[in-house]
C-alpha cells in the first residue's frame, strides 16, 4: 500500500520555539493533505487541509497563524507550530489521499509526538 | 453539527466475536471507514463502506446501513494483539476531510 511518512518521530522543545514537522508520501503523489492532532485519550481532530500549490484551508478553531502549513509539491507538506507553548504538546499526524478519480481512502503517517518544556 | 458516537470502552474474550457499533448523523456522507490505532501509532485502515451492506476481510467484516445512519465492526477470533482503539469516521464529500468518532478502546483479555 502507499507509504506515509512522518519527521520528526518526536520532538522536545522550549516553550516559545518554533517546530516544523514534514510529512512525505514516498511512493504516491499527493494531490491533498490532511493534519489532524490527538490529544492523549481522545480522537483525532481535523486541523487543516493542505492541496498543493494553494492555502491550506483551517478548520474553525485553529490558528492559521501559529500553526504554518506548506504544500510545496505533491509529496511533501509541513507543519509549523510557531512559537510553541506546553499546550501545543500533542501527537501529530498527516494523512494523504491519492490523487485518482473515485479513490477515498486516505493513507496516514506514523505520527509527531511533540513536547513542549 | 457533526455527530459519531462509538461505545466508549469495551472488553472482549480471546477466541470470542466483538460488535463495535457506530453511529452518525452528518451532513454529507461519501463513505464510511474503520481504523484501528494503537497506543502511540498511527492510524491503520481496516475497512471502507459506501454501499450498504456487509465488507468480510479474513477476521475483520464491517456493515453498513446508510438509511439508518449506522454501522459495525466485527471482530472474530479475538486475539491479544487486537487490543487497541477503534476508529469510526465518515467522509462526507468525495475526496474530502474525515470526521472521525470518538474511538472505541477494545481490550481483549485471555
Known amino acids: 500500500g502507499a507509504v506515509v511518512s512522518q519527521h520528526p518521530s518526536w520532538v522536545i522543545c522550549k516553550s516559545g520555539t518554533s517546530v516544523k514537522i514534514e510529512c512525505r508520501s514516498l511512493d504516491f503523489q499527493a494531490t491533498t493533505m490532511f493534519w489532524y492532532r490527538q490529544f492523549p485519550k481522545q480522537s483525532l481532530m481535523l486541523m487543516a487541509t493542505?492541496?498543493?500549490?494553494?492555502?491550506?484551508?483551517?478548520e474553525q478553531g485553529v490558528e492559521k497563524d501559529k500553526f504554518l502549513i506548506n504544500h510545496a509539491s505533491l509529496t511533501l507538506s509541513t507543519l509549523t507550530v510557531t512559537s510553541a507553548h506546553p499546550e501545543d504538546s500533542s501527537f501529530y499526524i498527516c494523512s494523504a489521499r491519492l490523487g485518482l478519480a473515485g479513490y477515498n481512502e486516505q493513507f496516514f503517517g506514523p505520527g509527531t509526538r511533540l513536547t513542549v518544556l | 453539527g457533526q455527530n459519531i458516537d462509538q461505545p466508549t470502552e469495551m472488553t472482549a474474550t480471546e477466541g470470542a466475536i466483538v460488535q463495535i457499533n457506530c453511529t452518525y448523523q452528518t451532513s454529507g456522507f461519501n463513505g464510511l471507514f474503520w481504523y484501528q490505532q494503537h497506543a502511540g501509532e498511527a492510524p491503520t485502515f481496516l475497512s471502507y463502506?459506501?454501499?450498504?451492506g456487509l465488507e468480510e476481510k479474513g477476521r475483520f467484516s464491517s456493515f453498513l446501513s446508510r438509511s439508518k445512519g449506522y454501522s459495525y465492526l466485527l471482530l472474530k477470533e479475538l486475539q491479544m494483539k487486537d487490543s487497541a482503539s477503534y476508529l469510526c469516521a465518515v467522509i462526507m464529500e468525495y475526496g474530502n476531510k474525515l470526521v472521525f468518532g470518538a474511538g472505541t478502546i477494545l481490550r481483549v483479555k485471555s
Open positions: 493542505s492541496n498543493e500549490g494553494s492555502k491550506a484551508t483551517y
Open positions: 463502506n459506501v454501499l450498504d
